[in-house]
């Protein structure tokens, strides 16, 4: 055969899939970063706020992990402990993980400025909204109600114990999309401020936005934001949108606030019959 006929999507965008910490709550991703910190202390092995934000946005048992492989963390394990950090170690770590957790996202979950406009305008243009998040159930029934009160009900909330595997993976956005019956993953944009948020909407095979300035790789709150100069928010800026444009991200914004010319522009590009 010479010639093969190939369907592409030339509709509008259907869902938006929205992380939680960092994009619509908790500016600069405050409360996991110092939660696992005081985590570790507690088995007497230090971990700089670099090392804890590095891996931000996986599933916190799945991260506590990751900063236990960082060699100076693992070396810093042995010196304390004799001897390497376990599966056990990890499970120890998370228990005591969990609770701190609840009691911080108590304190983190203002809505980012912008973000309830920003969602009122996804849906007057007919978009569902989905949220995944690496906070498990336990501590998001804190954050969900917070944000309820707010304003804030997304059509589906997605945890990081929902499914087998999280992010990196496609599979909580997936799932948040099954459970809002939307497809196709074309005609859905994954949003967040972590590089394992862009991560799990590209390999869902979906469009990504990341979200630079309120999130983890800026990583400061809005008094602390606010409070330095120009040059430096603009030093900050660079370096978290590099992070994420390397993450593949088709687009990198300052807040969820200023997606919605981008949505006009992902549109313009699948009518094209472009896809992510
Ligand atoms: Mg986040």
Redesign the pocket.
Known sequence: MTFVYRRSYRGRLSAAIL?????VVDYG?QAPASTFIEAFAGFGVPVTVAQARAP??MAKRAHIQAITAMPEVAAAWEERHGRPATEADVDAIYERFLPLQVAMVEKHSEMIPGALDAVAAMRARGLKIGST??YPRAVMDVVVRAAADQGYIPDSIVCADDTPQGRPGPFPALKSLIEMSVHPVEAVVKI???VV?IEEGLNGGMWTIGIAVT??EVGLSLEEWCAIPDWEQAQYRKAAKLRLAAAGAHYVVDAVADVLPILDDIEARLARGERP
């Open positions: 992380d939680w910490a960092g994009t991703c931000m946005g998040t690496g967040g401020d972590t948020d999130g983890n």
